[in-house]
């Protein structure tokens, strides 16, 4: 089995690479999406309940818009919530990486993790594969999402640089162009990847 890290900032298009990888046949765990989910669990809505009070929804669900308001804004607060979700997300990835290794040995398996260098869980993977755009274009691209210039900016610097996270990266993925030529340098890491996979 092969554990890929993959990683970007906001608007660099790592969810459309991680979609591409999963089309040509890897497994793809989104921690966003195991974060989405350990929001909904009781014990972690308590905890930041405790912790920023009351930024859930009237259904008794966390406003992610809420939360995001709060600790986009103040470092200490976005480190106190990171404190709560990630040792759980960690876990959760272990948890689906063991499981797929079990029914399928010889695997790919690509986790896509925004904050992978900064958490330090980059050790964790066989590979890590870095998605690239400048901060001009990820700039635009947030500012066609609808963020505010002042929100994007926020978002942005919220990360690690991308020109630092390079330095991290065995692979670099240059998504500075259309979809066509991104989805080809998909193609050819995916090849690469697989060969690594069949060595080992």
């Known amino acids: 089995m092969l554990k890929v890290g993959l990683t970007g900032s906001i608007g660099t298009g790592k969810s459309t690479v991680g979609k591409i990888f999963s ?52 470092p200490e607060k976005k480190k106190k919530l990171e404190s709560i979700i990630h040792p759980e997300v960690r876990k959760e990835i272990e948890r689906s990486i063991k499981k797929i290794e079990d029914k399928d040995p010889e695997s790919i398996v690509i986790v896509e993790v925004p904050l992978l260098i ?20 990820q700039l635009e691209r947030l500012i066609k999402k609808g963020f505010s210039k002042d929100e994007a900016l926020r978002r942005i610097r919220s990360q690690l640089p991308i020109d630092e996270k390079i330095k991290y990266a065995d692979i670099v993925i240059y998504n500075t162009g259309d979809l066509k030529r991104l989805r080809e340098e998909v193609e050819s890491v995916y090849r690469k990847l697989k060969e690594k996979v069949k060595k080992e």
């Open 118 to 137: 900064e958490t330090g869980s980059y050790r964790d993977y066989d590979i890590v594969i870095l998605v690239y755009a400048p901060e001009k274009l």
């Open 23 to 74: 089309e040509l046949g890897a497994y793809v765990i989104d921690a966003d999406k195991v974060v989405h989910t350990l929001l909904k669990r009781e014990d972690i809505k308590e905890k930041i309940r405790k912790e920023f009070g009351d930024v859930f929804d009237s259904k008794g669900e966390i406003d992610r818009k809420k939360l995001g308001s709060i600790v986009f804004k103040d």
